[in-house]
């Protein structure tokens, strides 16, 4: 249940990033899907231009954000417009600490009232940290299965642990590779589904203001 | 010039003539990387080594289809890469020589013997039983496990050629739920203690010109112009999944004729169409070219005639590790949600079961889409959201209320 939203809460730069971030997973998802099976011919040069277009886009992206944290500053508690900095946000806060529980007993219908919370509640905070795993986790996967960089000794190791855990202990895993990568899209694609539902709950309120860096 | 007439009287009486002979020469070289400059020096050390004196060899077979041997042998007609594996005096072979007490003694003769020697070695290692469950028996009630115990343990043992991906890493003999207890060469040999250099030949099956460009790249990197002592250089010198670098370092899509349509996304999408008549693309039917090194597309099959893809089928990734279990179904762009055959992940959470990943995510994901909106119906229900919400937020954290409750303060 967030409160007013100001605009201390984000930056313009983090609107930026949100919106790039979201423009680069929408088009790495269909262009992935078309690469993973073409259902209609003629656009397999387009889709992979996009593909790593919008890879490296993706991965600079999320680079800009995490330099963000550290020297840009926001709110970091809801219902004030006194800023700090924006790591402080991804870290756990002294308004929220043992909070995670309960916000899962809300959200379970367990629990009546809304738990006190940071301008993050706990959960909110575990998701963030996770979406950063996994950006990095299917720009990893995709790099281990792109001919150019797959030899670099970071993806070979990754090739040959994936290897070893489905062929026979050794040898290369370019194929399950693959669709580890496959499947890491379709768990952002959850993580999205999840995030969009909770940030419209609400109201239209954070999403006017990471969308258009607008106050309600 | 007399010893050389020998070599070449030989290649003639097989129908090979001179040309032919160094046009093998040229592709040989083509094949190792080699410039054509190199031409010369090929055909006199092959021709050196065939008057010189044969390497003794022995091919041992584990469990397998025999297709590598068929592959090696059935040539429909004498071509000069025979000649070149004749270079390889072949004293036992295990699938094409009865068990009798001949064949027994002349295999005996070679790993007891004072020359070194190679052995070639077809088929997985099967353990299961003792290797007694799955093998032929010899004569002597020996099986395949103790004959290549005692052959690999033989000091004479220059190297093993691990032919066809079964003997590199057990193969399709291996695949879920290997009830054979089928393994690879390089594994088995490392589990016995046993230090013997093994070049691994992928694939299956793997091509006579695979084994005939590893006999004359060690004619090349031989010190004294033997193939023993070649061998070992080229045991030395592998990728790191210990293949011959060359063979196997460009992938099946890298090279594939077909590749122009897949850029343009001109694809097959059913057999019997227009579209495969026009050889486009056979991707969406399953094709694991993108995956798999090799270098069918350059060296081909049946004599250089034609291969997989060229043929109008789908690569199926026959010379990647576990590819049974990792690329069927073949006739799929993915695998199913299945299951490794061994390791940490055996047998979860189904083996080769009916669900493509394509589906079963946007089925996954589509079930979380449906949890939220009757989540979504909950909230309102409750009246946490919506106009008649009243939702507030609780007075304390129930952590902060628990230790005032104990600390005897109010609740």
Redesign the interface.
């Known amino acids: ?1 967030p409160g007013k939203m100001v605009k201390e809460s984000t930056h313009p730069l983090f609107v930026f990033t949100h919106w790039t971030n979201a423009l680069a997973m929408l088009f790495l998802t269909i262009s992935g ?1 078309y690469i ?3 259902i209609v ?6 889709a992979r231009g996009t593909h790593f277009f919008w890879m490296f886009v993706l991965l600079i992206n999320i680079i800009i954000r995490i330099i963000g944290m550290f020297t840009i500053k926001t709110c970091c508690e809801q219902g004030t417009r006194e800023k700090d900095w924006d790591y402080k946000n991804w870290l756990p806060q002294k308004t929220n ?3 995670m529980w ?1 916000m899962v007993k809300y ?1 379970l ?1 367990f ?1 009546k ?4 919370t940071a301008k993050y509640a706990g959960l909110q905070k575990l998701a963030y940290w996770l979406s950063i795993v996994l950006t990095f986790a299917v720009a990893y996967t995709g790099f281990a ?1 792109w ?1 150019p960089t797959q030899d670099w000794w970071i993806f ?1 190791i990754g090739n ?1 642990i994936v ?14 590779m ?2 580890i990568h ?2 890491i ?2 768990f952002i ?2 993580f999205t ?2 995030h969009g ?1 909770l940030s419209l ?2 109201g239209t309120k954070a999403c006017k203001m990471i969308f258009l860096y607008k106050e309600d | 010039m007399g010893s050389e007439m020998t070599f070449y009287e030989n290649l003639s009486q097989r129908g090979v003539s001179r040309r032919d002979f160094l046009k093998f020469c040229g592709s040989t070289a083509a094949v190792l990387g080699l410039s054509s400059t190199f031409v010369p020096t090929l055909a006199s050390k092959i021709a050196g080594a065939a008057e010189s004196g044969l390497t003794p060899a022995i091919w041992l077979s584990g469990g397998k289809c025999t297709g590598c041997l068929e592959s090696t042998l059935q040539a429909t007609y004498p071509n000069v890469a025979d000649i070149v594996l004749d270079l390889l005096t072949l004293k036992y072979s295990a699938a094409s020589m009865a068990t009798g007490k001949y064949a027994l003694d002349a295999k005996k003769k070679v790993y007891q013997g004072n020359k070194p020697f190679i052995m070639i070695y077809e088929g997985a290692i099967m353990e299961g039983e003792n290797g007694s469950g799955y093998t032929m028996i010899n004569a002597d009630g020996t099986n395949s496990l103790d004959d290549l115990e005692a052959a690999a343990s033989s000091d004479q043992c220059a190297a093993i050629i691990a032919m066809g991906q079964c003997a590199v ?2 193969g399709w003999v ?1 695949a879920f739920p290997n009830p054979s207890g089928a ?2 060469m ?2 088995y040999l490392s589990r016995r203690g046993i230090d013997v250099p093994v070049v691994n030949l992928a694939g299956c099956p793997a091509s006579p010109e695979e084994l005939t460009a590893v006999v004359v790249q060690a004619l090349l990197l031989g010190s004294d112009g033997t193939l023993e002592s070649g061998i070992a250089a080229v045991a030395a010198d592998l990728d ?2 210990g293949r011959p670098k060359y063979l196997y370092n460009a ?1 099946i899509h ?1 090279s594939c004729p077909r590749r122009g349509h ?6 097959v999408y059913r057999y019997g169409s227009e ?1 495969e008549a026009k050889n486009f693309c056979v ?2 039917m399953g094709c ?1 070219g993108p ?1 798999t ?1 090799r270098r069918c597309p350059m060296i081909r099959w049946n004599d250089s005639q034609s291969w997989c893809v060229e043929s109008g089928g789908v690569c199926i ?1 026959c010379a ?3 590819w049974v ?3 069927a179904p073949f006739a799929g ?3 199913r949600v299945g299951a ?6 055996a047998g979860w959470p189904l083996h080769g079961g009916g669900l493509h ?2 589906g079963t ?2 089925a ?2 589509g079930v ?2 449906a949890a ?1 909106v009757a ?2 119906l ?2 309102k229900a ?1 009246k ?2 919506g106009k008649n919400a009243t ?10 209320a628990k230790r005032l409750k104990k600390q005897g303060g109010a609740n």
């Open positions: 249940m899907l993973a099976f073409p011919g003629g656009l397999m040069g387009i600490r043992h909070q309960p959200y219908f629990k009232d809304y738990p006190i299965i001919g070979r040959e290897g070893s855990l489905f062929g026979f202990g050794g040898g290369d895993g370019l194929m399950p693959r669709l496959h499947w899209m379709w694609l959850i589904c999840i539902y709950i609400y | 890493d057990g291996r393994t690879g390089s594994e790191r999944l992938t890298d897949f850029e343009n996304g001109e694809f579209e991707y969406p694991k995956q090194y990734g990647t590790w576990n279990d990792n690329n762009r993915h695998r490794a055959s061994s390791g940490p992940l990943p394509i995510g946007a996954l994901t979380v889409a939220l989540h979504g909950g909230m409750a946490r959201i939702l507030k937020t609780e007075e304390m954290k129930e952590y902060d």
